[in-house]
C-alpha cells in the first residue's frame, strides 16, 4: 500500500459543490488516513514549494495558496500516488480540458496557478509534504492502522 497528499486548493475549498465532487470521488478511489482544513501561510507555502524557487510562477502560486483555507488529505491505496495524478489530470488546464475533460483539473482549474488540486509526484515528495502539513503524522503507524481496518 501507499499513500499520498492530496491537496485541495483555496478557490476550490470555497466551491461547496466541487469540494463535494472531490471528496466524493476520493472516498470511492482511496482510503482516507487523516484529513484538515490547512490556512497556508506564506512560510508554510515556500516551505512547501520550496523546489519550484527562483521558478517564473513561484511567487504567484505560493502567493496563492494563502489566499484562503485549502484542505489537505493523506490518501492510500495501491499505487496511490499514480492513481491519484490520474484523476487530477494534466497539471496545465488548458491541457487537461483537451486531453481528459472528466478530470478533475478540466472540470475546477481555473489556471496553471489554481489547477484545483496538488498531488504529490513521488513517494519521497509525499513523505515530505506530509510532514510538512501533517507534522503529528507517522507514516509506519499510518500504514499500520490501515492495514488492521481492513481485517
Not at 66 to 85: F, H
Request: glycine content about 4%; aromatic content about 10%; overall charge positive.
Amino acid at each position: 500500500m501507499e499513500i499520498t497528499l492530496a491537496l485541495i486548493k483555496p478557490h476550490v475549498v470555497r466551491n461547496t459543490y466541487a469540494m463535494q465532487q472531490i471528496r466524493a470521488l476520493i472516498s470511492q478511489n482511496f482510503t482516507v488516513l487523516d484529513q484538515k482544513e490547512v490556512c497556508i501561510t506564506k512560510e508554510l507555502s515556500e516551505r512547501f514549494y520550496a523546489e519550484h524557487k527562483g521558478k517564473y510562477f513561484y511567487h504567484r502560486l505560493t502567493s496563492f495558496m494563502n489566499s484562503g483555507p485549502s484542505y489537505a488529505l493523506i490518501l492510500q491505496s495501491e499505487a496511490c500516488i499514480q492513481k491519484w495524478r490520474s484523476l487530477l489530470g494534466p497539471t496545465k488546464v488548458f491541457r487537461a480540458v483537451y486531453a481528459d475533460p472528466n478530470c478533475i483539473r478540466s472540470l475546477y482549474g481555473l489556471s496553471d496557478t489554481r489547477n484545483a488540486c496538488h498531488g504529490s509526484d513521488s513517494e519521497e515528495s509525499a513523505l515530505r509534504e506530509i510532514s510538512i502539513l501533517f507534522p503529528e503524522f507517522d507514516a509506519a503507524v499510518g500504514s499500520r492502522q490501515a492495514k488492521r481496518e481492513e481485517a
